[in-house]
């Protein structure tokens, strides 16, 4: 046994690693895993609700890093500062990625394997995250009917309804794009921003002239990273929407939507939508 070894194995009282720590150690007290791992309550013997609550837990994380992640890129943009800007948004793209492959433990579960723990669910559905809500509004889809309906719990709602009332990620970068003397038309920049955006031709020609610019152009590469985060959002509602299918077929939604046909004609709602018009006109 060579001394490297040995000082892995050695597991004696002097061993400094395994020390006690005086309470929680430093590892719990950052991270809190012990509350983590309090908060899974599946209410069934189904062997698959485990893994959809450790699911859609994990996806409410994932959530939470990409709201951090778009609020500091926001600030970084209204401060011009596009180095900031771009360094978070190249974070939350990481996240999204994250995010999305957050669906494999759900990807394959059969109706009888669903229908093993929904009844006992009930009326709780995605649809009320407050969190996904906040994403929602950040990239610039502003609903006053789903801020309403978070309204019973007061520190939710107020909450959700400042980052109603803000300008979005998305507006934030159009505001940066004209201070760098780009045309950003005078009635987008001055619009009532808690209304949903969903694109002007004004817009389009501000991209095209981007576009247009060579391929290493900072605005371009900025181009590129909101492309690549329109991508990762229609990827994951995209993934939902299999998970749905497979799950439930066209079963009704547990919050009474159609589901399948309701979740279908939301996942069509643009995500940054003239970075996907401006290609058909470069
Ligand atoms: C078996 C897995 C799942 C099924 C069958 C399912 C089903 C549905 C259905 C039918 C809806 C439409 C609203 C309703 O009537 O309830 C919905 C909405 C939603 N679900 Fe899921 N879901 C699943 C997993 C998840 C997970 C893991 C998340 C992560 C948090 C999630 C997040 C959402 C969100 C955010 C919405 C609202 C979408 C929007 O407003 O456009 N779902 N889901």
Redesign the pocket.
């Known amino acids: 046994m060579d001394d490297s070894t040995s000082v892995l194995t050695r597991q004696g009282a002097d061993d400094p690693l395994t020390q006690p720590s005086q309470g929680k150690s430093p590892y719990d007290a950052y991270v809190h895993a012990s509350v983590l791992s309090t908060l899974q309550h599946p209410l069934t013997e189904a062997p698959d609700e485990m893994g959809?609550i450790v699911?859609?837990q994990v996806?409410?994380l994932w959530f939470t890093l990409i709201v951090h992640e778009w609020r500091m890129a926001g600030k970084a943009f209204a401060n011009d500062n596009l180095d900031a800007a771009m360094d978070a948004l190249v974070r939350s793209r990481r996240a999204l990625t994250a995010l999305n492959a957050a669906w494999a433990p759900?990807a394959a579960?059969t109706p009888a394997q669903?229908n093993g723990f929904r009844a006992a669910f009930g009326k709780a559905?995605?649809?009320q995250?407050a969190t996904?809500r906040h994403m929602e509004f950040l990239l610039g889809d502003k609903s006053a009917s789903m801020l309403r309906l978070h309204q019973g719990d007061p520190a939710l709602h107020a909450a959700l309804s400042e980052t109603h009332r803000a300008p979005s990620l998305y507006d934030e970068v159009l505001g940066f794009l004209h201070r760098q003397g780009l045309p950003v038309p005078d009635h987008v920049r001055e619009r009532d921003v808690t209304a949903p955006y969903s694109g002007d031709p004004g817009v389009v020609e501000v991209w095209r002239r981007i576009y247009a610019t060579p391929q290493h152009h900072p605005l371009l590469a900025l181009g590129e990273r909101l492309t690549d985060i329109a991508e990762l959002v229609l990827r994951w509602r995209f993934d939902?929407i299999m998970?749905?299918r497979r799950?439930?077929g066209t079963k009704s939604?547990?919050?009474?939507?159609t589901?399948l046909a309701?979740?279908e004609k939301?996942a069509a709602r643009p995500v940054f939508p003239e970075l996907w018009e401006v290609r058909g006109g470069v």
């Open positions: 959809f699911t859609t996806m409410e759900l579960l669903f559905s995605g649809f995250s996904y939902h998970v749905v799950a439930m939604g547990s919050v009474g939507s589901g309701w979740l939301r």
